[in-house]
């Protein structure tokens, strides 16, 4: 039984992606199954988000792919931003990807047609975004910056609503690196050089400091209640801002935890800098954490991302393998898949070019599905993430072979005048 899928960003830039399986019995241990592994970037990986099906990474080189987890395919790349992207971050509802760059611009991107919506060329005067978290209700979003400001953004208006100077906060230090909401989004928590620190969102005060025995490097909300708090010496903390269990902390790495991930109030997924990936069950009662499953990759990991439960549930899965692997067998099932699917349309749609781009502007986004059977064959391929090479030529060897090509055409062409030169004569 698949759990849900990890996806982990390396120095190496690599993208890899792993599923967490485990019994229906006994859903407390099971193994990580690598899935896919990407080479798409040309530096190392910064980041990485998500949203339902779509996953985004942003990388030293400038770009942002997206992929899809469904059909495993690389759908956009993003190429306007012109320096690093440090951040990224889906809307809650999934319109939008919103990214943040060292040169200090902030972009949104259209989830329909991958394109900027708006651009914010100078967020933070001049430095650094380096990290975007949008409240929950899509109304607001906070960005933390190089320049040690934490500054509120009005997304119904697209501009800032105010800025927050953290210089004059001694408790967080000369460090802030992490903003993380709560789920429902009444407060969120900020890391110091040695504090993290519950922040109510209504009034902007802080409402209780967490003192830590090593520098804060990730932060995640289980619940609204319950924090996790990953260390530079490896331990991961769960805390309950409520008060009603007292911390705990748990040995996690070898060295520091780089990032953690929990989209499930059930199971927190860490990665160390020595290249281990770790799932764990969560006890909410006692802040107790188990280990379920562990795996090392052998490359430095700088970001993780896993996804909902029951995105991806394994049961569509095994069907959609087993009508893929019918068809490849027979191929009268392709004829007959094809024909029903074209009497389908005739019978309940008019034959109009229209009718389907109005679907698909009606619907939520959706990335392109297979139309036909011949389509889903195409896709199976060894390599999950296929790359898109254009061409492997210099482009002055491409001028002269497109040079060569109009050349013998040319020649072609003023053999047949000849032909027809002397025909006439």
């Known amino acids: 039984m698949t759990l849900f899928n990890v996806i982990v960003g390396t120095y190496e830039e690599f993208l890899l992606g792993f599923t967490l399986q485990s019994t229906e019995s006994d859903r407390l241990s099971g193994k990580l199954v690598k899935i896919f592994a990407s080479h798409s970037h040309a530096a190392s990986i910064r980041c990485v988000s998500g949203w339902g099906e779509l996953v985004a990474s942003g990388g030293a080189d400038d770009k942002i792919f997206v992929y899809s987890l469904k059909t495993r395919q690389e759908i956009a790349i993003l190429?306007?931003?012109?320096?690093?992207?440090?951040?990224?971050e889906f809307a809650p509802d999934g319109t939008h990807l919103f990214a943040g760059c060292a040169d200090g611009s902030m972009l949104a991107y259209s989830c329909s047609t991958w394109e900027i919506v708006r651009e914010w060329k100078d967020?933070?005067?001049?430095a650094s975004v380096n990290q975007i978290r949008i409240h929950p209700s899509g109304k607001l979003a906070l960005t933390l910056g190089g320049d040690l400001t934490l500054r509120t953004w009005n997304l119904l208006k697209g501009r800032q609503a105010y800025a927050t100077n953290l210089k004059s906060k001694q408790e967080l230090g000369r460090v802030v690196d992490c903003v993380e909401w709560c789920p429902d989004g009444t407060h969120?928590?900020?890391?110091g050089s040695r504090v993290v620190q519950i922040w109510s969102s209504g009034d902007a005060s802080v409402k209780k400091t967490i003192n830590c025995d090593s520098r804060p490097t990730c932060l995640t909300w289980v619940t609204n209640e319950i924090l996790a708090i990953g260390l530079e010496n490896g331990k991961i903390i769960l805390h309950n801002s409520s008060g009603k269990c007292p911390e705990k902390s748990t040995e996690a790495h070898e060295k520091r935890v780089k990032a953690i991930s929990c989209s499930n109030p059930e199971f927190l997924t860490s990665v160390g800098s020595s290249g281990d990936v770790t799932v764990w069950f969560i006890n909410k009662e006692n802040l107790g954490l188990k280990k379920i499953a562990t795996t090392n990759i052998g490359c430095r990991p700088t970001c993780v991302f896993n996804t909902?439960?029951?995105?991806?549930?394994?049961?569509?899965?095994?069907?959609?393998?087993?009508?893929?692997?019918?068809?490849?067998?027979?191929?009268?099932?392709?004829?007959?898949?094809t024909v029903e699917q074209e009497e389908n349309?005739?019978?309940?749609?008019?034959q109009t070019p229209n009718v389907k781009q109005k679907k698909r502007k009606s619907g939520a986004f959706q990335?392109?599905?297979a139309s036909s059977a011949k389509k889903i064959?195409?896709?199976?391929?060894l390599n999950p993430f296929p790359s898109f090479t254009v061409t492997d030529l210099d482009p002055e060897e491409l001028n002269q072979s497109l040079g060569a090509v109009e050349g013998k055409k040319k020649k072609k062409k003023d053999r047949g005048k000849t032909v027809l030169n002397r025909t006439i004569n």
């Open 188 to 191: 969120f928590s900020l890391s």
């Open 308 to 337: 909902v439960n029951d995105e991806f549930p394994a049961v569509k899965q095994e069907k959609a393998f087993k009508l893929r692997k019918e068809i490849k067998q027979d191929d009268s099932v392709q004829e007959v898949i």
């Open 123 to 126: 967020a933070h005067k001049g």
């Open 377 to 381: 064959k195409k896709r199976r391929s």
């Open 345 to 350: 349309v005739s019978e309940e749609v008019p």
């Open 79 to 88: 190429t306007v931003q012109s320096a690093t992207v440090n951040t990224l």
């Open 367 to 369: 990335p392109p599905a």
